[in-house]
Structure formats: structure tokens, C-alpha cells
């Protein structure tokens, strides 16, 4: 079942199994931050796969009711594709840096991974979790209340 209008925000893309299970639902926007270079990498293929096999799918679509048309000898208009106005939107970074820059989201799947303990990002990974009880969650909350 399609939700046309929906605004999904995917925190963490990992190897893309959720990615995927929401694209089922043909979202409006479906927005992916990811922090990790390298999954980053992963996920701009897996978007780009799957937005070339939705316009294969949507094409295929198209010819099979033109040609079911033309054996019915009905005239009917074909509407345009509905890709066309959806969107998948990768974000490189960390969520807690960028989300406030996102807007609105009808959903929301928070995989996040944590920051390190230690080395680059741990000085504000710990400011943040003192800020917050202890609980990137509650730091999420924070964000997405203001």
C-alpha cells in the first residue's frame, strides 16, 4: 500500500534493509543521514539501483495499460509517473548536526550509531549525553521538539 504523502526520516542507513522495507511504501520523501563515508557510498548506489528500476517499473506500467487500451479501443490518458515526485535524499553527517536543517517528517527510524568514546566527535558525544541524561534518544527528542 502506497503512502503518497508521507515524509520518512531513515537515521543510520547500515546496509540499507530499512531503506528498502520503506521504499515499499512509496513514500513522498524518504530523507537518510549517514555519518559513515563508506556506508555513504553504499547507500548512493542503492539509490541510484532503485530509483532506475522504479522508472523501469513505472515504464513497464505505462506500455501494458497503453497497449491494454489499444486492443479495448478506449482513449485514455496516461498520468504522469509517480517517482516524479518523490524523492530519495541522502545526507552525509552526523543527525545530531543536521537534522535541524531537515523540516518535517510524517515518520521516523532512528538506527543511529553512537559517536566514538574516544578520538574525534567523543568530546561532543559526551557533552551531549550529560546534557541529555545519558540518552542519544533524548537528545534526538530535544532536536525534533523545539
Known amino acids: 500500500m502506497p503512502f503518497p504523502s508521507f515524509q520518512v526520516l531513515e537515521i543510520g542507513w547500515g546496509l540499507g534493509y530499512s531503506a528498502s522495507a520503506i ?4 513514500p513522498r520523501r524518504h530523507v537518510i543521514i549517514e555519518c559513515d563515508p563508506g556506508v555513504m557510498a553504499g547507500a548512493e548506489k542503492w539509490k541510484n539501483t532503485t530509483l532506475k528500476n522504479e522508472e523501469e517499473d513505472e515504464k513497464g506500467k505505462e506500455e501494458e495499460e497503453a ?8 482513449s485514455s490518458s496516461s498520468t504522469s509517473s509517480s517517482s516524479s515526485s518523490r524523492s530519495i535524499v541522502l545526507v552525509q553527517g552526523y543527525w545530531q548536526q543536521v537534522l535541524p536543517s531537515l523540516g518535517q517528517f510524517t515518520a521516523v527510524l532512528m538506527d543511529d550509531f553512537p559517536l566514538p568514546v574516544e578520538g574525534p566527535g567523543a568530546e561532543d558525544e559526551a557533552r551531549v549525553l550529560a546534557s541529555t541524561g545519558g540518552s542519544r534518544w533524548h537528545h534526538f527528542l530535544d532536536l525534533i521538539v523545539r
Request: aromatic share 8%.
Open 23 to 26: 521504499q515499499k511504501y512509496r
Open 67 to 74: 497497449s491494454s487500451s489499444n486492443n479495448n479501443n478506449h
